[in-house]
């Protein structure tokens, strides 16, 4: 490489819980920089969750919990070899994992139906705690790819 690797940014803990995973998400959830809107959002979602009479737990844990039922394990991952491109079932990073879960629930929630989107995103925190939904559908899915192409792992990358 010819230049040396970025580093990673401190987040800050976010105002409410004091957690930076929460900082992380309304990072991903926000949209052309506003993030008050987006702590908002989020903060709204979780009273939601927090008033439905399914979940008895403290909302931040069931968000949490969800977002561990959405991170998926393995990824598959292309390679060539000889003029062939195979699927290479690999592990998956643990922050990459958290990205990508993140990001799963976020874009599973907008596309869901509903008034706002504290509305949808609690629907889909729910959906992902009671192991359902578009997001924990798609790590299944993920998973499954993996476990079909595990005759090839041992082209690793």
């Known amino acids: 490489m ?5 580093k990673k940014r401190i987040l800050l803990p976010d105002p409410k819980f004091g957690d930076k995973l929460v900082t992380r998400f309304v ?3 926000m949209i052309s920089g506003n993030k008050e809107r987006a702590f908002r959002i989020f903060y709204d979602a979780l009273e939601i969750v927090s008033k439905n009479e399914k ?3 403290d909302p931040l844990e069931v968000w949490k919990k969800a977002l561990n039922n959405i991170m998926p394990q393995v990824e598959v991952r292309s390679r060539r070899i000889g003029g062939a ?5 690999m592990p998956v990073r643990p922050d990459r994992k958290i990205s990508m879960g993140m990001s799963w629930m976020i874009n599973f929630s907008r ?4 008034k706002t989107m504290a509305e949808k995103l609690s629907n889909e925190i729910i959906a992902g705690f009671n192991e359902e939904g578009g997001a924990y559908k798609k790590k299944t899915e993920v998973h499954k790819m993996a476990e079909s192409n595990k005759a090839f792992s041992h082209f690793k990358i």
């Open 2 to 6: 010819r230049k040396a690797r970025a």
């Open 27 to 29: 990072n991903c959830l």
């Open 55 to 57: 979940v008895d737990e």
């Open 85 to 89: 491109t195979f699927q290479i079932p």
């Open 111 to 114: 596309k869901r139906s509903g």
